[in-house]
């Protein structure tokens, strides 16, 4: 099991999904199953506050593996909602429902299901450290807030203009002090985890480091292994 983590637009998503997809591995993007309750909420009037409505809209969303397998793709309430919930309302919303611990708590077993059966590289904001604490390798994914308001505003074909109105900077450094500052499961990096800075890579760059990252350490752990099974030879 590998988990990638890193706040919002650092790349964890479609870097995730590449590297599983060279390696041989699934693929899950967990951020969508906050995303999918995010925007149910939104639709139904229930705020962040309202616990046990929105613990109950936990139910009513699922992760739907695509083509490849990768579980990439979400419904909820029995509708396919992938293009909405990548929209810039749930952006803005999706932290503050997020953080709430309930529906947090409520996710934990989904997620941890998902990758029981191994073989998976998972991304979120809390995989190396809530999730799947014992993954075999931890990635944390991170890039400047003027970085990842870039990237966000050229997957949305924004202008200059456009991207300085859309406040997509503003609403980055807001996220993140949501979901650094939240007192279940807040953003940051495992202590065991491969640091990975990627301002300035190009996609393919960042994607190149993640899989050396996997590969390097699949290769010490077997290294490991080899070892300790020697030592166990001439006991």
């Given at each position: 099991m590998v988990a990638v983590d890193g706040p919002s637009s650092s790349g964890k998503s479609t870097v995730g999904a590449e590297a599983a997809r060279r390696l041989g591995y699934r693929f899950c993007?967990?951020?969508?199953?906050?995303r999918a309750v995010a925007w149910l909420a939104v639709e139904r009037g229930i705020a962040p506050d309202q616990t046990a409505a929105l613990v109950a809209l936990a139910g009513e969303v699922h992760l739907v593996a695509d083509k490849r397998g990768r579980l990439r793709n979400v419904e909820a309430a029995g509708r396919d909602v992938t293009t909405e919930?990548?929209?810039?309302?749930?952006?803005?919303?999706?932290?503050d429902y997020s953080k709430v611990p309930e529906l947090r708590s409520a996710l934990v077993p989904r997620q941890r299901a998902l990758a029981a059966n191994g073989g998976?590289?998972?991304?979120?904001?809390?995989?190396?450290?809530?999730?799947?604490?014992?993954?075999?390798?931890?990635?944390?994914?991170?890039?400047?807030?003027?970085?990842?308001?870039?990237?966000?505003?050229?997957?949305?074909?924004?202008?200059?203009?456009?991207?300085?109105?859309?406040?997509?900077?503003?609403?980055?450094?807001?996220?993140?002090?949501?979901?650094?500052?939240?007192?279940?499961?807040?953003?940051?990096?495992?202590?065991?985890?491969?640091?990975?800075?990627?301002?300035?890579?190009?996609?393919?760059?960042?994607v190149a480091a993640v899989v050396r990252a996997i590969l390097d350490a699949d290769a010490h752990a077997a290294a490991d292994a080899d070892a300790a099974r020697g030592a166990n030879r001439g006991r």
């Open positions: 993007d967990t951020g969508l199953l906050y919930v990548r929209g810039p309302a749930v952006d803005r919303a999706v932290s998976i590289i998972m991304a979120g904001r809390d995989i190396g450290t809530v999730i799947l604490p014992d993954a075999d390798i931890k990635v944390y994914l991170f890039a400047s807030p003027e970085e990842r308001a870039r990237r966000r505003a050229a997957q949305r074909k924004l202008t200059a203009d456009e991207t300085r109105e859309s406040g997509i900077l503003d609403d980055m450094r807001r996220r993140d002090a949501i979901d650094s500052g939240r007192e279940t499961a807040p953003l940051r990096a495992a202590e065991d985890a491969i640091v990975l800075k990627t301002d300035g890579n190009t996609f393919e760059q960042t």
